[in-house]
C-alpha cells in the first residue's frame, strides 16, 4: 500500500452488491488518483460501442490522495463514457465530497449496472448502503441538499433522471452553503446517474488526520503547507480578485473573444455591466470548499434574486451570448439550471443556436429572439422536462443541428459545445479545443495567460498545448483545483513543484519529468479510449463557424493553417497522422503491458 | 515613395499602455513583425511586460498577434511580412478560465 485508504467502492445497482477493493501498488504507482486511476479503470472495464445509458457503462467518482491533507486538494472527479459525446469524459467539481470521500478511508466509488428503484448510496462509519429514495423523485439539487444537511451530497436534478444529456452532477447544492458549492458541469455525467436509477450519494467521513496520513512527516508536511499558503496569498488571492473567474468577463470582452449572439461578434456594447465589478457589488458572500482558503465561490443577490456560484462561463454562454445583459436574469438562470441539474454552458450555447435559427427563419414550428428571457426561461424547463422542443434539445446541439439541418450553426467539437471564448484571435485555442481530450473544451490547455512565455511560433504554441495538456492531467491526480494554476499571476512552478513534494511525503516518487510524464500517460490513455470508439483526425476539427472570418473584427482561422497546426501536434504526440497514438509513444510513457 | 502606414490596433490592458489604434508610418514597402515591434518598444516600452525581443526572436506573454485577421504564427513568425495597407491585432493575455 502507498497511500492509506488507495481503496474504491464498488457499487453493483443491479443487485445492491457493495464491495472494498484495494487497488495494487503498481497501479497507483503510475496513475496516482483522480483522473489517473478513473481514467485506467474506465479504459480497463467500458467495453467499446457500449450505449452509455446502458447498465454496462460505469460511472467513477474519485478523490485524489492528498485531499485532507493537505489544502486545496479538495476537487472531486466524475468519470464515465459521455451520453452527449460518446467519448471519454471527465468533469470536476469542488465541494466537500472529496475530502470526505478520503475521510471515509475510499479514492473512488465505481457505480455500475441499473437500479430497478430509485436509490440513494450512502456512506458512513456505522453503514454502506444503498437506500430507496422514491421521495426524492422529480427533486432538484437544492432540495436534496436540504434533505441531507447534515451530509456531503452529490446529486442529480430533474435533468439526470430525465436523461437530458447535458445533465450535470452537483455537489453540496444548498440555499445558503457554509461551504462552496460544486458542478461537474460538462458531458452529461448527470444522466448516466440518472441511467442508474441512482440519485444522490451521501457521505459522511471519519478518520482522523493522522490516520489518512500515515507515515507523512510532520515537520515536512507543515513546511509544504506553510509554503503553499503563501504562494497561494500572494500569487493566486490577486488573480481570483471578487472569485467565481468572473474577471475573466472583462478581458474576455476586451479582447472581443467573448460569446455574442453565438459567436457571431466578440463583444458587446453593454459588457461593462456583466463585468466582475458589477457582480463584486452586489456580492454578500464567499465560501471556500474545505482545507481551502481562497473563497473562490460568490453569493450575489441582484434585486431580490439570489444565486451561489456564479462563474465566468455562466454569465458568457447565458448573458452576452444570448443578448442577455441583466444580472438578476443572469442570477435566477444559473440559479434554475443548477436546481435542475443542466450544465450552463452547453444550455446557453444551444440556445443561442435556437435564437440564430429564429432570426434566420429556419424553425417553423417554434421561435425564441435575441435577448428574450421568459421564453429561455421556458425553454430551460421544456428541456429538462424533455416537452415539445426541448426533448429535442435534451439531445444536445449535434443531434438537435442535424435533425434541424442546420449543422452550420452548430459550435461544437466532438459534439461537446464549446465555451466562452471565441478562439478566432485567440488561435491557441483552437488546437486546445479540438485536441481536448472530452471534446470542445478549455480547461485541458489554457494557451493564453501572461504568466505563459512564447516564441510567436507555430511550434512554440504546439508544444505548449501539449505541456499544459500533459501538466493539467498530471494535476489533476492528486486532484488539485483548476482554478488555482490558472488564477495565478506568476508561472506556477513553484507550486507545482511543492505539489510533487507534497505526493512525495506520502510515498511516492516523482520528479517533475516523471510527473509530466504521468500526465502523458493518462492523455495518451483518454485517447485511446476515444480511438477505440472511432475518433479519428477529422473529430479533431473546429466547427464551420470558426473557420470562416468574423464580421466585427475579420479574424479567422483557415482550414490550411488548423491542418498545419494539427499535424505539428501529433507529431510532436508521437501519433500518426490519423491522431492514433504509436506504439513507440505508448512504451516510451509506459502504458504497453498495462492496456 | 509614396505613404507606407500600417495600423495596430491593442485591446485591453494593451490598449491602456499604447492606445487603441496607432498608425505607423514606414521606411520601406514592408518590413518585417519583429522590426514594427521594435518601433513599438521604442516608443511604449512598458510593452515589454507583453511583448519583447530576445536573441532568438519575438517572445509573448499570453499575447496574440494578427495580421489581417490571421494569427502571425501562420505567415512567420517573427519574420512575417508587413506591408502597407496591412491591420495588425494585438491581443492581451487572459487569466482565469
Known amino acids: 500500500m502507498i497511500y492509506p485508504g488507495q481503496t474504491i467502492l464498488r457499487v453493483d445497482l443491479s443487485n445492491d452488491k457493495i464491495e472494498e477493493e484495494e487497488l495494487p501498488d503498481s497501479i497507483v504507482e503510475k496513475f496516482v488518483g483522480g483522473k489517473g486511476l478513473a481514467t485506467y479503470l474506465m479504459y ?16 467513477y467518482v474519485f478523490g485524489g490522495p492528498l485531499a485532507f491533507i493537505y489544502p486545496t486538494f479538495a476537487r472531486t472527479v ?11 469524459c471527465d468533469s470536476n467539481a469542488g465541494g466537500s465530497f472529496s475530502v470526505e470521500l478520503r475521510r471515509a478511508g475510499y479514492v473512488g466509488i465505481v457505480l455500475e449496472g441499473r437500479s430497478d428503484k430509485m436509490k440513494c448510496l450512502k456512506i458512513t462509519k456505522e453503514e454502506k448502503r444503498l437506500i430507496d429514495c422514491g421521495s426524492l423523485k422529480g427533486k432538484t439539487t437544492y432540495e436534496v441538499g436540504e434533505v441531507f444537511k447534515d451530509y456531503s451530497v452529490l446529486t442529480i436534478g430533474p435533468a439526470g433522471e430525465n436523461l437530458v444529456r447535458f445533465a450535470n452532477v452537483c455537489i453540496d447544492m444548498r440555499k445558503n452553503p457554509m461551504t462552496r458549492p460544486g458542478v461537474a458541469g460538462r458531458g452529461g455525467l448527470g444522466a448516466v446517474m440518472g441511467s442508474k436509477n441512482l440519485k444522490a450519494i451521501i457521505l459522511k467521513g471519519w478518520l482522523r488526520l493522522d490516520e489518512l496520513a500515515k507515515g507523512v512527516d510532520r515537520d515536512v508536511q507543515r513546511d509544504l503547507t506553510s509554503k503553499y499558503l503563501k504562494i497561494l496569498q500572494e500569487d493566486v488571492v490577486p488573480g481570483i480578485g471578487v472569485g467565481g473567474n468572473l474577471p475573466v468577463f472583462r478581458v474576455a470582452a476586451e479582447a472581443r473573444i467573448l460569446p455574442v449572439k453565438n459567436f457571431q461578434a466578440g463583444s458587446h456594447e453593454k459588457w461593462e455591466e456583466l463585468a466582475d465589478d458589477a457582480w463584486g457589488k452586489i456580492t454578500i458572500k464567499r465560501v471556500s470548499c474545505p482545507t481551502c482558503p481562497l473563497r473562490c465561490g460568490t453569493t450575489v443577490v441582484e434585486n431580490g434574486s439570489l444565486t451561489e456560484r456564479i462563474e465566468y462561463e455562466t454569465v458568457a454562454m447565458n448573458g452576452s451570448n444570448l443578448m442577455i ?13 443548477n436546481a435542475l441539474g443542466m450544465d450552463t454552458i452547453t444550455t446557453g450555447n444551444i440556445a443561442a443556436f435556437l435564437m440564430e435559427l429564429t432570426e434566420r427563419g429556419l424553425l417553423r414550428d417554434y421561435r425564441i429572439s435575441w435577448g428574450d428571457l421568459e421564453s429561455y426561461m421556458r425553454l430551460i424547463h421544456d428541456i429538462a422536462y424533455r416537452r415539445g422542443i426541448g426533448n429535442l434539445l435534451a439531445e444536445g446541439l449535434a443531434r438537435a443541428s442535424k435533425e434541424l439541418n442546420a449543422e452550420e450553426y452548430a459550435v461544437h467539437i466532438k459534439r461537446l459545445e464549446i465555451p466562452a471564448y471565441d478562439p478566432r ?8 479545443y479540438a485536441t481536448a481530450d472530452r471534446g470542445g473544451d478549455h480547461l485541458r490547455a489554457w494557451t493564453v495567460a501572461a504568466e505563459l512565455t512564447s516564441k510567436l511560433t507555430l511550434e512554440d504554441l504546439v508544444n505548449l498545448t501539449k505541456y499544459l495538456q500533459d501538466r493539467n492531467a498530471a494535476l489533476w491526480t492528486l486532484i488539485a483545483c483548476d482554478n488555482i494554476p490558472g488564477n495565478s499571476v506568476k508561472p506556477p512552478d513553484e507550486m507545482i513543484r511543492i505539489y510533487i513534494r507534497m505526493l512525495n511525503t506520502l510515498g511516492f516518487s516523482y520528479d517533475e519529468e516523471s510527473f509530466l510524464k504521468l500526465g502523458e500517460r493518462i492523455y495518451n490513455l483518454s485517447r485511446l479510449f476515444n480511438v477505440r470508439e472511432g475518433v479519428r483526425r477529422e473529430d479533431d476539427s473546429l466547427p464551420p463557424r470558426f473557420l470562416k472570418p468574423r464580421e466585427d473584427t475579420g479574424w479567422v482561422i483557415t482550414k490550411e493553417d488548423f491542418e498545419r497546426m494539427l499535424d505539428m501536434y501529433y507529431s510532436k504526440r508521437g501519433w500518426d497522422s490519423e491522431g492514433v497514438p504509436l506504439k513507440e509513444t505508448l512504451d516510451r510513457v509506459g502504458l504497453q503491458g498495462l492496456i | 515613395m509614396n505613404d507606407v502606414v500600417v495600423i495596430i490596433r491593442f485591446y485591453g490592458v494593451l490598449k491602456e499602455i499604447v492606445k487603441d489604434r496607432l498608425e505607423l508610418d514606414l521606411k520601406s514597402n514592408e518590413i518585417s513583425l519583429t522590426d514594427l515591434i521594435k518601433e513599438i518598444l521604442r516608443e511604449y516600452p512598458a510593452i515589454s511586460n507583453f511583448i519583447t525581443i530576445s536573441e532568438e526572436g519575438l517572445v509573448v506573454r499570453g499575447v496574440s498577434v494578427l495580421i489581417n485577421g490571421r494569427h502571425a504564427m501562420f505567415l512567420g513568425g517573427d519574420k512575417a511580412l508587413v506591408r502597407d495597407g496591412d491591420v495588425i491585432d494585438v491581443l492581451p493575455p487572459l487569466h482565469g478560465g
Not at chain 1, 44 to 59: A, M, R, T, V, Y
Not at chain 1, 425 to 432: E, H, N, P, Q, S
Open chain 1, 425 to 432: 484571435g485567440v488561435v491557441g485555442m483552437a488546437l486546445a
Open chain 1, 44 to 59: 480497463k472495464e467500458i467495453k467499446p460501442g457500449i450505449d452509455p445509458f446502458s447498465p454496462e457503462n460505469k460511472l
Open chain 1, 325 to 337: 445583459v441583466s444580472r438578476k436574469a443572469l442570477a435566477q438562470i444559473n440559479t434554475t439550471l
Open chain 1, 78 to 88: 466524475v468519470v464515465s463514457k459521455s451520453p452527449l459525446t460518446g467519448l471519454y
